[in-house]
């Protein structure tokens, strides 16, 4: 097991060093990072200054060792265009927000998955089953912005329940992203649990359980739930990511001040540090919660700590 | 002989499902209302008349019947711009998924058949983009190159390789070792003959499969591109922007929004359903 989890954590050491070569060289890619700062309506001698200023006349190699050694010693992404601030403070305040709406999300999406996978495949065939693989299909079909835009549009602009934007009416302003955020995740749950279950149903032991005469209720329980559980444990380590990608549109859509959102605005104000700084640390957050996740399996599934 | 019965059963069986059926009909419907846009629909999609600014669908009072589904803040009709704009979906969406289809079946077929440190090298890379969440590769790719169709599709088709690569790579890992290989092998048929012509055609279910899976996922990426104004610009009809510029007037005119969003619905909607068949049918495990 010693031996698997230093696997997993050179791993996410390899893969961080490849985020920050990425992230380094997304602001090179077009080969001038002083225009993509500035844009085309700025006079050339200006943009001959700043790539003075910011050193992006040196070699690309020195630059890189220069970024490298400012990140890995310092934590210092340079500092933001917009804010006049050092970039990596202005993410680092934004996590909070982003955790607490992913957090939030993934609640509702088992609070919501999990009882109605579990209903749909028991009721197979009835017409509660019917509705909730409909309802389960379009969740996975429709845009996390739509969905957003439509809660809005019910919601906050004709009845007026929840507020459209913000972070500031405490959990009411949570509701709304939380549930946009959550629906895709919630439609896969459902329909990994339903053919989980309908898996487990067919199993010898739950035959052998029924023949014994245990009550339906603990063989639904003991017997079926809890063996179809596993592929969704798998699932929900998935969907953490997906939910952190997410979080950029969601964020955009309701004003809230997380991470996903600053990327966006970042780039709409072309402030290339605060790009670089927000898309690494949410790269990171991304590597840290999947090695987590690897080390839960580790403890949770007995397989993994014997064979690897 | 056997190939051909094997495609009217295919095609039965379809007729026989119900849910596979209608996603067939569905993609069908999209894509020739895109071919035929120019004949279907009913104004110029980029045709502004400001007297006949943000006009509710026909069934609303003050609804006019020759715009069905309303205008917009220009005074563009909203029905000719989603079928224009299913155009630029459907195009981004099979062509992504199609460059993506080449270079992963290319790399997975060449690390599956080769092994050792070739196979090692592009697994690993694999692992280290499924290591990012994939959308905030997408936006900073095109924050670095300018949003445009030309350069959406290139990000979106040469990102989206990893499944293809997975899934061809692990068939041709098994592929490899049956009999029929090795006889090619024995009669000194050259490794480019055998990948042609005795692994690709049995890795060909799964390609199509996972295709199935990769063209909804493309779309709904480049609606969300387009929607945080990263995609596609104007004056190129969107759904995802579409969507977007209805946004700012969602409680005076709810159409603008709705029913661009509706038809992305619709269409990934249908390349599921039809994805989900296939996968049973051809009994491919992802």
């Known amino acids: 097991m010693l031996n698997y989890l230093v696997k997993r954590t050179i791993h996410a050491v390899f893969v961080i060093l490849a985020v920050l070569v990425f992230v380094f060289f997304i602001v090179h890619l077009t080969g001038d990072p002083a225009e993509l700062a500035l844009g085309t309506d700025t006079s050339a001698e200006e943009v001959a200054r700043f790539r003075t200023e910011m050193g992006f006349d040196r070699p690309l190699y020195v630059q890189f060792a220069d970024f490298l050694r400012g990140i890995l010693f310092k934590g210092d992404f340079g500092i933001s265009l917009r804010y006049n601030e050092p970039a990596l403070p202005i993410v680092l305040e934004r996590i909070p927000a982003t955790i607490e709406l992913t957090a939030a999300a993934m609640s509702i999406a088992l609070i919501v998955g999990i009882p109605c996978g579990l209903i749909s495949a028991l009721m197979r065939k009835k017409l509660i089953d019917i509705i909730l693989r409909i309802l389960a299909l379009l969740g996975q079909s429709a845009p996390i912005f739509w969905v957003g835009i439509m809660l809005v549009l019910v919601f906050a602009v004709k009845l007026q329940i929840f507020p459209s934007s913000g972070r500031d009416d405490g959990w009411l302003s949570i509701v709304l992203p939380a549930i946009t955020l959550s629906h895709y995740s919630a439609a896969s749950i459902i329909r990994l649990l339903r053919s989980s279950v309908l898996d487990t149903l067919t199993q010898d032991y739950v035959r052998t359980a029924r023949a014994k005469g245990i009550p339906e209720r603990i063989v639904i329980v003991q017997h079926i739930f809890r063996n179809s559980m596993l592929p969704v444990v798998t699932l929900v380590g998935l969907q953490f990511g997906t939910l952190l990608g997410g979080a950029v549109v969601t964020e955009t859509i309701f004003a809230w001040p997380g991470v996903g959102r600053l990327i966006v605005q970042a780039i709409y104000n072309r402030d290339i540090f605060l790009i670089q700084a927000s898309v690494f640390v949410i790269a990171l957050m991304f590597v840290v919660l999947n090695f987590l996740i690897d080390v839960i399996y580790t403890f949770l599934d007995p397989r993994i700590r014997i064979n690897r | ?286």
């Open chain 2, 1 to 286: 002989m056997k190939k051909r019965s094997d495609k009217y059963r295919l095609l039965k069986h379809l007729f026989d499902s119900k849910e596979a059926f209608i996603g067939a009909l569905l993609i069908l419907l999209f894509v020739s209302t895109a071919l035929l846009a120019h004949f279907i629909s009913p104004h110029d999609p980029l045709h502004q008349d400001l007297t006949k600014r943000l006009l509710p669908p026909f069934w609303q009072t003050g609804g006019d019947p020759s715009f069905l589904l309303g205008t917009d803040a220009l005074g563009r009709d909203i029905l000719s711009r989603i079928i224009y704009g299913g155009r630029v979906t459907l195009f981004v969406g099979f062509i992504c998924a199609s460059i993506a289809c080449v270079v992963g079946s290319l790399l997975g077929i060449i690390g599956g058949y080769l092994g050792g440190k070739v196979d090692n090298f592009i697994m690993r890379i694999a692992d280290i983009q499924l290591s990012f969440p994939f959308i905030i590769l997408a936006i900073a790719l095109v924050a670095a190159f300018g949003p445009n169709l030309f350069n959406i599709v290139i990000i979106l088709g040469l990102t989206s390789w990893v499944r293809f690569a997975r899934v061809v790579r692990a068939d041709t890992m098994l592929l490899r070792e049956q009999d029929y290989v090795a006889a090619a092998v024995a009669i000194g048929a050259s490794r480019v003959r055998i990948v042609l012509r005795h692994i690709l055609p049995n890795v060909v279910s799964s390609i199509i499969v996972v295709g199935t899976l990769e063209v909804p996922r493309l779309i709904l990426m480049e609606a969300t591109l387009s929607f945080l104004g990263l995609g596609i610009q104007p004056p190129l009809p969107s759904w995802g922007s579409m969507a977007s510029d209805g946004r700012v007037y969602i409680s005076a005119a709810w159409w603008l929004c709705t029913f661009p969003g509706l038809a992305i619905m619709l269409v990934v909607l249908s390349v599921n359903l039809l994805g989900d068949w296939l996968r049973d049918e051809l009994d491919v495990r992802i």
